[in-house]
């Protein structure tokens, strides 16, 4: 277990003396909230399994900014939150059902951390992945068309570099654009370990090689611990995921016609050959002698 930090309290005509449990944000390490309990201690709500802060029972203070209101679907109707987020990194820690001095405080699962480190792993993600105050993750990416597959070329501050598949075969170029676009989007939720395609949005520059996107429930120090893991991997090719949700430097789709995975590029295609009389069906590989097709 992690060690916690502890702020002593005294006051002068108590001699009583209170300690009190510092907790911080999990993604980014900012101090969040201080609590007179452990917050393992405190019930857990039912619907989402965060921890239910009773405010005439005990001593706290929240180090939270006020973010948006938010309408909830659960199973008996809806359900309005206003959420306290983090002030450093704006993603949302803490919701109360009221706008002011609520009797309840839940703080979300898994948001916070008695470690100010213990998500960073000491490491700082770059600008380009940045987190919103609705909770979502945006991600600047620019994308090269070329090669017969997906790839993850560079991560900086400035954007995610993504190889995409060159689709130029198929002809048509709306059907081009449109396969390179599922492409991109298929090798991102792989790579990412997303559960649903859902989960990924472009939120500026659909038909532009420079695109933000919006990601939903994932925290900023995953996508890029996910994204280096990949672009580190050996094997420079698409990525697909294992039923675990590991990314795995296993083929992603391969361009049609290629003789060999070695070597890239238009002079490796096959060149088809005319049907004669002699071998109706060039493309195939020979059969034994005497046996028939």
């Given at each position: 277990?992690?060690?916690?930090?502890?702020?002593?309290?005294?006051?002068?005509?108590?001699?009583?003396?209170?300690?009190?449990?510092?907790?911080?944000?999990?993604?980014?390490?900012?101090?969040?909230?201080?609590?007179?309990?452990?917050?393992?201690?405190?019930?857990?709500?039912?619907?989402?399994?965060?921890?239910?802060?009773?405010?005439?029972?005990?001593?706290?203070?929240?180090?939270?900014?006020?973010?948006?209101?938010?309408?909830?679907?659960?199973?008996?109707?809806?359900?309005?939150?206003?959420?306290l987020n983090c002030k450093k990194c704006e993603l949302p820690i803490?919701?109360?059902?009221?706008?002011?001095?609520?009797?309840?405080?839940?703080?979300?699962?898994?948001?916070?951390?008695?470690?100010?480190?213990?998500?960073?792993?000491?490491?700082?993600?770059?600008?380009?992945?940045?987190?919103?105050?609705?909770?979502?993750?945006?991600?600047?990416?620019?994308?090269?068309?070329?090669?017969?597959?997906?790839?993850?070329?560079?991560?900086?501050?400035?954007?995610?570099?993504?190889?995409?598949?060159?689709?130029?075969?198929?002809?048509?170029?709306?059907?081009?654009?449109?396969?390179?676009?599922?492409?991109?989007?298929?090798?991102?939720?792989?790579?990412?370990?997303?559960?649903?395609?859902?989960?990924?949005?472009?939120?500026?520059?659909?038909?532009?090689?420079?695109?933000?996107?919006?990601?939903?429930?994932?925290?900023?120090?995953?996508?890029?611990?996910?994204?280096?893991?990949?672009?580190?991997?050996?094997?420079?090719?698409?990525?697909?995921?294992?039923?675990?949700?590991?990314?795995?430097?296993?083929?992603?789709?391969?361009?049609?016609?290629?003789?060999?995975?070695?070597?890239?590029?238009?002079?490796?295609?096959?060149?088809?050959?005319?049907?004669?009389?002699?071998?109706?069906?060039?493309?195939?590989?020979?059969?034994?002698?005497?046996?028939?097709?």
């Amino acid at each position: 277990m992690p060690k916690r930090s502890t702020h002593t309290y005294a006051s002068e005509e108590n001699e009583d003396v209170t300690q009190l449990l510092v907790y911080y944000c999990l993604y980014c390490g900012e101090t969040a909230v201080i609590l007179d309990s452990a917050l393992e201690s405190l019930p857990k709500r039912k619907t989402d399994a965060s921890a239910v802060l009773e405010t005439k029972e005990h001593m706290f203070k929240m180090m939270l900014d006020k973010g948006e209101q938010k309408l909830i679907k659960r199973k008996n109707g809806y359900e309005r939150q206003f959420r306290l987020n983090c002030k450093k990194c704006e993603l949302p820690i803490a919701y109360q059902s009221v706008k002011d001095k609520p009797e309840h405080i839940f703080m979300l699962d898994g948001s916070l951390s008695a470690n100010p480190k213990v998500s960073m792993k000491q490491v700082e993600v770059p600008r380009c992945i940045q987190p919103t105050t609705s909770g979502d993750v945006k991600m600047k990416i620019r994308i090269t068309v070329e090669g017969p597959r997906c790839s993850i070329v560079d991560i900086n501050d400035d954007c995610v570099k993504v190889t995409v598949k060159d689709c130029s075969y198929l002809g048509d170029e709306e059907m081009v654009e449109k396969k390179q676009k599922e492409l991109l989007n298929m090798f991102l939720q792989k790579t990412l370990g997303l559960a649903s395609k859902d989960q990924i949005k472009v939120d500026m520059g659909d038909n532009m090689k420079t695109k933000i996107l919006l990601l939903k429930e994932i925290p900023p120090a995953t996508i890029y611990d996910r994204l280096q893991e990949v672009m580190n991997q050996k094997t420079k090719m698409g990525f697909v995921t294992a039923p675990g949700g590991v990314a795995t430097a296993e083929l992603f789709e391969r361009m049609p016609g290629t003789e060999s995975t070695d070597t890239y590029g238009t002079e490796n295609l096959r060149k088809r050959q005319k049907p004669t009389k002699e071998n109706p069906f060039p493309d195939q590989p020979h059969l034994p002698s005497g046996a028939k097709r």
